[in-house]
Structures are given as C-alpha cells and as structure tokens.
C-alpha cells in the first residue's frame, strides 16, 4: 500500500488511532449487536471513503485505526460513524430492549491521536488488545 494517498487536489496521509465507548461503559457489544456496529461502521467508512485500517470492536469499546480524507473533519467523520451505527443498534431488537436507555448508545466523546510514524505499532495495539486487557485482569489490575 502506497504512504501517500491522491484526492484531486491535494496528497495526503491523515491516519487517526480513535477509540469510543457505549454511554456509561456498559458492556453491550456482543452477538448481534456487535455485528450491526461492525458492518454499519464498514459500511458509511466505505461510503465516505474513509479507509479501516485497524479495527476491534471489544464488549465495552471500539477500536479504529483510520485514514480520514482531508476534506472531512477528524470530528464529522467519527460524529458520522457514532451516529449511523447507534441509528442502526437502537432500531435493531424489540421495542422494550430498544426503549429501556432512550435513544443514547454511545457516550458522547471520543479519543483520537494522530498515528504518523507509528502506525505499525499502532497496529499491532489494537490487533492484541484483547490478550492485553485477559493479561491485565489476570494480574489485577
């Protein structure tokens, strides 16, 4: 994969190692809903053109690493992704599991950093967060 990336105007590498929590860090990710997040997520980046680098999407968070075109504000694109996606999980299941929280799933911030050099590492972060929060349990922290 080329570093750089073309719009028609511009040359550009913007990558952003972002991470956002369900409201209250509930542990709500799992099963299907998982599954709708997931896709629905896929599914507007693609639309955007907002590249999935890196992604883990984790009981009571998401993990993503993104190239987010500079024509799109680093907040537009992850308010787009939140947004969709708790569109999607509220409309999904039966009207009393839908009701019990209001129409809230996600908190309403987010993390992001910039990845720059690091993206590997980056990276590899996410693909082992899982093992790393089993080991960190384990030990008690």
Known sequence: MERFRRLSHSIWDCTY???????????????????????????????RDIDILEGHAMADHIHLCLAIPPKYSVSSAIGLLKGKSASEVMSFGTKTSRMVRGRHFWAKGYCVSTVGLDEATIREYIRNQEDEDKRQEELGF
């Open 17 to 47: 190692h972002v991470v956002w929590i369900p409201k209250y860090r509930r542990k709500t990710l799992y099963g299907k809903k998982r599954t709708v997040v997931v896709n629905t997520i896929k599914k507007w980046a693609r639309i």
